[in-house]
C-alpha cells in the first residue's frame, strides 16, 4: 500500500518516436556508429546520423526494404551487418562497399524452405548460425550455401556460444546445448530438471561470470553452464515488472539489463 509519486523530468532514458506503428525486433550499431534496427511492420531502418547522447535522432527506411518484416540483426567481425526476416532470406550489408547483397534459403537447389529468421549468431570462421521458426540453420560465406542441422529444434529465438566447444539454443521447447563438432543436441531438459513449467525462450545472454542468463516468456533462469543447473529463477514475485524477458544485455559495470514487454 501507500503513495508512490514518479518526475518523468528524472528518468534516465531518452525515447525516440517514430512517426508509424512498429515493433523494434532487434539492434545492432554500425562501425561508423550509425544505430541499426528490424522492425515488424517498417523494415530495416537506420538512423540519419552517428548516435551522440546529446543530438536528437531519427531513422530512415533502409531502400528496397522498406515496409518488409525485418526481425534480426547481427554484426561480424568484418563490420558487416546481417538481417533475417520473414521471406526466406538472409541480407547482408557489406560495410566496405556500403552495398546490400541478399541470399535465399535454398538447399541444394530445394527452393520449398518456409520460415521466419529470429535470431543470427556470427562467427569468425565464417559461419552464420540462423535461428528460425523452422529449425537451425547455418551458412558458409566462403562457398554461399545453407546447411539445415537435423533435429528436434522447432522454434529458435535466440543463440549465443558459451564455451569454446558448444552453442547455446533458445528454443519454445526450452534451452538446448549445441555441438557444432558433433553436430547435434547434447544437453536439454534443464527446466525440467529444476522443476520449472518454463518452457518457451525469447532471450540469452553468455555473462562475464560465466553463467548463462536465460529469459523465458514466464521469467528468469540463471544456469551454471559447468553443472548445467538452473540455479536461480525468478518471476515477478521477486520483483521482476514482467515475466516476459523478450532481450538481454550486460553493461561496462558488468549489471545485467532486462527488456521486458
Same mark, same amino acid.
Given at each position: ?21 512498429? *515493433? ?24 540519419? *546520423? ?9 531513422? *530512415? ?7 518488409? %518484416? ?51 549468431? %556470427? *562467427? ?83 555473462? %562475464? ?53
Amino acid at each position: 500500500g501507500g503513495v508512490y509519486a514518479s518526475d518523468l523530468r528524472l528518468q534516465f532514458y531518452t525515447r525516440y518516436h517514430q512517426e508509424a506503428h512498429n *515493433e523494434i525486433c532487434s539492434m545492432a550499431a554500425d562501425a561508423d556508429g550509425f544505430l541499426w534496427w528490424t522492425g515488424f511492420h517498417s523494415g530495416m531502418m537506420r538512423s540519419r *546520423e552517428p548516435f551522440s547522447p546529446n543530438a536528437r535522432m531519427s531513422f *530512415e527506411p533502409i531502400p528496397n526494404q522498406a515496409g518488409k %518484416t525485418a526481425l534480426s540483426v547481427a554484426r561480424d567481425g568484418e563490420d558487416n551487418l546481417w538481417f533475417g526476416g520473414r521471406d526466406g532470406m538472409l541480407t547482408c550489408y557489406r560495410a566496405a562497399t556500403r552495398s546490400y547483397i541478399s541470399y535465399p534459403v535454398v538447399f541444394g537447389g530445394d527452393n520449398t524452405w518456409r520460415g521466419e529468421i529470429w535470431s543470427i549468431y %556470427t *562467427e569468425d570462421s565464417g559461419k552464420i548460425w540462423l535461428g528460425t521458426t523452422n529449425g537451425l540453420l547455418v551458412f558458409d560465406q566462403e562457398t554461399k550455401k545453407f546447411n539445415r542441422i537435423r533435429g528436434s529444434f522447432r522454434s529458435i529465438r535466440a543463440i549465443i556460444r558459451g564455451d569454446g566447444n558448444h552453442i547455446w539454443l533458445g528454443t519454445y521447447d526450452g534451452l538446448m546445448k549445441f555441438s557444432p563438432g558433433e553436430n547435434k543436441i547434447t544437453d536439454k531438459g534443464f527446466e525440467e530438471r529444476k522443476g520449472l513449467n518454463a518452457r518457451e525462450v525469447r532471450s540469452l545472454l553468455a555473462s %562475464t561470470d560465466n553463467r548463462i542468463y536465460v529469459g523465458y516468456s514466464s521469467g528468469l533462469g540463471i544456469l551454471n553452464p559447468a553443472n548445467g543447473e538452473i540455479e536461480h529463477f525468478y518471476t515477478t514475485r521477486d520483483g521482476l515488472c514482467s515475466n516476459f524477458i523478450g532481450c538481454i544485455t550486460e553493461d561496462a559495470s558488468n549489471d545485467i539489463w532486462l527488456g521486458t514487454n
